[in-house]
T-cell receptor
Framework: GAVVSQHPSWVICKSGTSVKIECRSLDFQATTMFWYRQFPKQSLMLMATSNEGSKATYEQGVEKDKFLINHASLTLSTLTVTSAHPEDSSFYIC?????????????????FGEGSWLTVV | QKEVEQNSGPLSVPEGAIASLNCTYSDRGSQSFFWYRQYSGKSPELIMSIYSNGDKEDGRFTAQLNKASQYVSLLIRDSQPSDSATYLCAVNMDFNKFYFGSGTKLNVKP
């Protein structure tokens, strides 16, 4: 399947600082990328949908000024957690949408990055 | 009503048994359906996709789709302890709109 790479895998930052997480589609062009957050033993929570060249669409309750998303190219989207606080500590996961081709399948498929563990101290 | 619903479990099955995971969805017009597996502390990985009514088999996994009843299921034959994970059902309801269920936790007991 398609490969989505996320970096860094682990990051620890001080409260009040900002941290950037990168998400890259390595072998396909992704016009749409998604950012999720997942707290331990909880479900994936979609934070925002990122379309290349346009502003991200944020889910209800997600602060767009705190979670800055940039999707400047077809292979790269970034999530910046600004003024991070301990409650922002979580597992952040990106995914990218790849259009499937072939006679027996159609439509888009989502592939996930490896995820990034953020700890704010 | 949630767009995609799954029983949270946990579903416990003995090693070697068949595990059956179910998912229902709300949008009758949905065309693409996916099963992902997520191990604790890891991101989800795609197991199977299915687009047409009926069964689709891949190794020990069989996905079943019934669009009339709006459900999709995943069967895991000869379950192994390494299959213990949370299984997420996802439905593509619109262009680039994917909805995930909350996941079913599967425990395969040795």
């Amino acid at each position: 399947g398609a490969v989505v790479s996320q970096h860094p895998s682990w990051v620890i930052c001080k409260s009040g600082t900002s941290v950037k997480i990168e998400c890259r589609s390595l072998d396909f062009q992704a016009t749409t990328m998604f950012w999720y957050r997942q707290f331990p033993k909880q479900s994936l929570m979609l934070m925002a949908t990122s379309n290349e060249g346009s502003k991200a669409t944020y889910e209800q309750g997600v602060e767009k000024d705190k979670f800055l998303i940039n999707h400047a190219s077809l292979t790269l989207s970034t999530l910046t957690v600004t003024s991070a606080h301990p409650e922002d500590s979580s597992f952040y996961i990106c995914s990218a949408s790849s259009v499937a081709t072939g006679a027996r399948s159609s439509g888009n498929t989502i592939y996930f990055g490896e995820g990034s563990w953020l700890t704010v101290v | 009503q949630k767009e995609v619903e799954q029983n949270s479990g946990p579903l416990s099955v003995p090693e070697g048994a068949i595990a059956s995971l179910n998912c229902t969805y709300s949008d009758r017009g949905s065309q693409s359906f996916f099963w992902y597996r997520q191990y604790s502390g890891k991101s989800p990985e795609l197991i199977m996709s299915i687009y047409s009514n009926g069964d689709k088999e891949d190794g020990r996994f069989t996905a079943q789709l019934n669009k009339a009843s709006q459900y999709v299921s995943l069967l895991i034959r000869d379950s192994q302890p390494s299959d213990s994970a949370t299984y997420l059902c996802a439905v593509n309801m619109d262009f680039n709109k994917f909805y995930f269920g909350s996941g079913t936790k599967l425990n395969v007991k040795p």
